[in-house]
């Protein structure tokens, strides 16, 4: 059952992370919603989110399979409403060399970032152009600018979202229908232990959070701009991505995404305080 007056929005990838609180302030700001997660704990999102006061639908599916965006449009069909907002942000991460990874997970990154992105987009965002209004947010990363050496998979698939997100806004200039890619670096979410990167330097440095990510790209969403990028740090990798070489991109992403280099990092750290007290 609808919430007379609110818009409708969906929100993928919602059971924790930038997805919930992207969710948390769609609710906030008096959208009705749909989200979506391949996680049990949608439910419990879903429970949250309506606290809120407004009408929130769960769809537990996944958005790798054809079948989970049927699942999830159907959702969407039953509601009666137009999409007003679409915040593409499911997503999945895999550490270590890729021939080393199970081809299953590899391509199951793929399927989940490209694929479900693309289908779900394909189908709603279609719908907002036929009637000349609508956002859609995509969720891309500053990964997508560097070779993803030991998670080569994410990082392509990234880097395909994040120049997808600048093409499909231009197609849709003067349509009504805007654009936005944003693009956090790490942030302190579930990603990284599912990723098997927690002996990793990228698993244990400082991270962003969540909810300020999310209140980065939303803001943006809103006001239809095309890229969202949280916090300085992030923007600085972006302007090095654009002059430093590709090969020695690869080869510093190497340096925290290696196994082990977590440990390395604390014994570092350790030593300068021995010399300190000696």
């Known amino acids: 059952m609808s919430t007379a007056g609110n818009p409708l929005a969906v929100v993928t990838g919602a059971a924790s992370g930038i997805g919930l609180e992207l ?21 419990d999102a879903a429970q949250e989110l309506s606290a809120e006061g407004i009408c929130c639908t769960p ?7 054809e079948a989970g965006i049927e699942e999830l449009a ?7 409403r137009p999409v007003y ?16 990874q199970d081809i299953g997970a590899a391509l199951d990154v793929a399927h989940t ?12 965002g279609g719908e907002m152009r036929r009637r000349g209004e609508g956002r859609i947010l995509i969720t891309g990363s500053v990964a ?12 392509a698939s990234k880097a395909f979202l994040d120049s997808f997100a600048v093409a499909l806004d231009n197609e849709l200039k003067d349509s009504g229908v805007t654009v936005t890619c944003l693009m956090p670096g790490p942030t302190e979410t579930e990603f990284f232990e599912r990723a098997g990167l927690t002996d990793t330097r990228l698993g244990t440095e400082p991270k962003a959070d969540p909810a300020e ?14 890229k969202a990028i949280a916090g300085l740090r992030n923007r600085l990798r972006v302007a090095v991505s654009h002059v430093v070489p590709d090969a020695r991109l690869a080869g510093q992403h ?25």
Request: proline share 2%.
């Open 23 to 43: 969710a948390r302030l769609c609710a906030r700001n008096n959208f009705d919603l749909v989200i979506a997660a391949d996680e049990g704990t949608i439910e």
């Open 59 to 65: 769809v537990l599916c996944d958005l790798a399979m």
């Open 74 to 80: 159907q959702a969407i069909a039953d509601d009666g």
């Open 85 to 100: 907002a679409l915040l593409a942000n499911a997503g999945r991460r895999l550490g270590r060399a890729f021939l080393d």
């Open 113 to 124: 970032n490209i694929d479900g992105t693309l289908r779900l987009i394909h189908r709603i």
């Open 144 to 155: 997508g600018l560097a070779p993803g050496t030991l998670q080569a998979v994410y990082n």
């Open 213 to 226: 990510v999310a209140r980065v790209g939303f803001d943006a969403m809103m006001k239809g701009e095309l």
């Open 254 to 278: 190497r340096k925290t995404t290696a196994p082990g280099t977590a440990r390395v990092v604390k014994r570092k750290s350790g030593s300068r305080r021995k010399r300190r007290q000696t």
